[in-house]
């Protein structure tokens, strides 16, 4: 009886063994997180890494629109915006250049430090992020550019949180 038992023993862990057959998948999660302040889009998803601008012949660029949000975590500051340089777009040799502006709620943007007043920002509290505001960026003077292309730039909002409390 034990033999016989030692032989099931020996057959369950033989099969075990041949069935063991298994993949290992390795994720990498990453996130870039600043507890105080964020920049989605109105929906909460994150901004688009990239977006495309689409050129009309006869018109130029076409702007990009988006609405986003901005967030906090502290219900009393204002939030400051601005852009890390003046924003365009160039072609691969970099020799040619359109200009882009940037705006956000209908206040253009640029190095300057925009102020965004909390009370009219979160009229609802910080809970749910600020009001969707309309982020548009689109060539500074419309018309036809001069030479064809691939072009490329970045467009860079820096967005900080006032260090004291609003006043109003």
Same mark, same amino acid.
């Given at each position: 009886m034990k033999s016989i038992f030692k032989i099931a023993l020996s057959s369950a862990?033989?099969?075990?063994?041949?069935n063991a057959n298994a993949v290992q998948q390795d994720i990498t999660v990453t996130a870039d997180i600043d507890p105080t302040i964020a920049i989605t889009q109105a929906d909460n998803s994150a901004l688009p890494a990239s977006i495309t601008m689409q050129y009309l012949p006869s018109k130029g660029l076409e702007a990009y629109?988006?609405? %986003?949000?901005?967030? &906090?975590n502290t219900a009393d500051r204002d939030l400051n915006v601005s852009l890390a340089s003046s924003p365009s777009l160039t072609d691969q040799s970099g020799n040619n250049a359109i200009p882009l502006s940037v705006t956000l709620n209908g206040q253009k943007l640029s190095?300057?430090?925009?102020?965004?007043n909390y009370a009219t920002t979160f009229?609802?509290? %910080?809970?749910?992020? &600020?009001?969707?505001?309309p982020l548009i960026i689109s060539q500074t003077t419309a018309g036809v550019a001069t030479a064809s292309g691939k072009y490329s730039g970045i467009v860079s909002l820096v967005v900080t949180q006032a260090t004291a409390k609003n006043a109003g």
């Open positions: 862990a033989l099969l075990t063994a041949i629109r988006n609405n %986003i949000k901005l967030w &906090s190095a300057t430090t925009t102020v965004f009229p609802a509290g %910080i809970t749910n992020g &600020s009001a969707a505001m």
